[in-house]
């Protein structure tokens, strides 16, 4: 697909995640704005990135509800359910990093999330415009499979440039040396 057909969609890229699958980074599928600046849901773009983004059976949403148009999150949940895929909404406030309710949620989340990607799966990751949050939470999966946190920042930003929008996002993610699954060596290396 053509660059700037992938920036129409708000495709922000795919980030391969070594031994597993990949990650796809998007703004949120079918977020427009109106030319005095209002946003809607269009349908037709929507269809349009989660069909060439195809394959992920899981995405995973973190605008707050307030940023988006009204039911936009119930759209795209019905949109994914039709294409067999479900939604996971966990909402982080924009240029800002995860809060304690957000971790104990992740915490919950995460194995299944790994077990998805060690089996060569896809996971959706979409914020507003798919960069900052999306590629914090890209970031976060590496740091759990035993990446050091520059070396997950530095990962991420290879396939998408605009990735950890704020100082915020990139100090908690530094801090999270110590994230490492167990199941992936316990501590952060600089493989």
Same mark, same amino acid.
């Given at each position: 697909?053509?660059?700037?057909?992938?920036?129409?969609?708000?495709?922000?890229?795919?980030?391969? !995640?070594?031994?597993?699958?990949?990650?796809?980074?998007?703004?949120?599928?079918?977020?427009?704005?109106?030319?005095?600046?209002?946003?809607?849901?269009?349908?037709?773009?929507? /269809?349009?990135?989660?069909?060439?983004?195809?394959?992920?059976?899981?995405?995973?949403?973190?605008?707050?509800?307030?940023?988006?148009?009204?039911?936009?999150?119930?759209?795209?949940?019905?949109?994914?359910?039709?294409?067999?895929?479900?939604?996971?909404?966990?909402?982080?406030? +924009?240029?800002?990093?995860? +809060?304690?309710?957000?971790?104990?949620?992740?915490?919950?989340?995460? %194995?299944?999330?790994?077990?998805?990607?060690?089996?060569?799966?896809?996971?959706?990751?979409?914020?507003?415009?798919?960069?900052?949050?999306?590629?914090?939470?890209?970031?976060?999966?590496?740091?759990?499979?035993?990446?050091?946190?520059?070396?997950?920042?530095?990962?991420?930003?290879? /396939?998408?440039?605009?990735? !950890?929008?704020?100082? !915020?996002?990139?100090?908690?993610?530094? +801090?999270?040396? %110590?994230?490492?699954?167990?199941?992936?060596?316990?501590?952060?290396?600089?493989?």
């Amino acid at each position: 697909m053509p660059e700037e057909v992938a920036r129409a969609l708000s495709i922000r890229g795919i980030l391969p !995640v070594p031994d597993g699958g990949s990650c796809l980074l998007a703004g949120f599928p079918g977020l427009a704005t109106t030319v005095q600046g209002a946003g809607y849901i269009d349908a037709g773009i929507r /269809a349009a990135v989660l069909d060439h983004l195809g394959g992920a059976p899981l995405w995973i949403a973190l605008p707050e509800t307030g940023e988006l148009p009204e039911g936009a999150l119930d759209q795209l949940g019905a949109a994914l359910d039709r294409r067999g895929a479900e939604l996971l909404h966990l909402p982080i406030p +924009d240029f800002k990093a995860p +809060d304690g309710d957000f971790m104990i949620r992740w915490a919950g989340l995460r %194995d299944g999330l790994h077990d998805r990607l060690d089996q060569g799966g896809r996971l959706g990751i979409t914020c507003q415009y798919g960069a900052g949050r999306s590629g914090l939470l890209a970031c976060l999966l590496l740091i759990e499979r035993g990446f050091a946190p520059e070396i997950a920042l530095q990962m991420t930003r290879s /396939a998408i440039p605009e990735a !950890v929008e704020s100082d !915020v996002q990139q100090d908690w993610l530094m +801090d999270r040396r %110590d994230a490492t699954l167990p199941r992936y060596g316990g501590t952060a290396s600089d493989r």
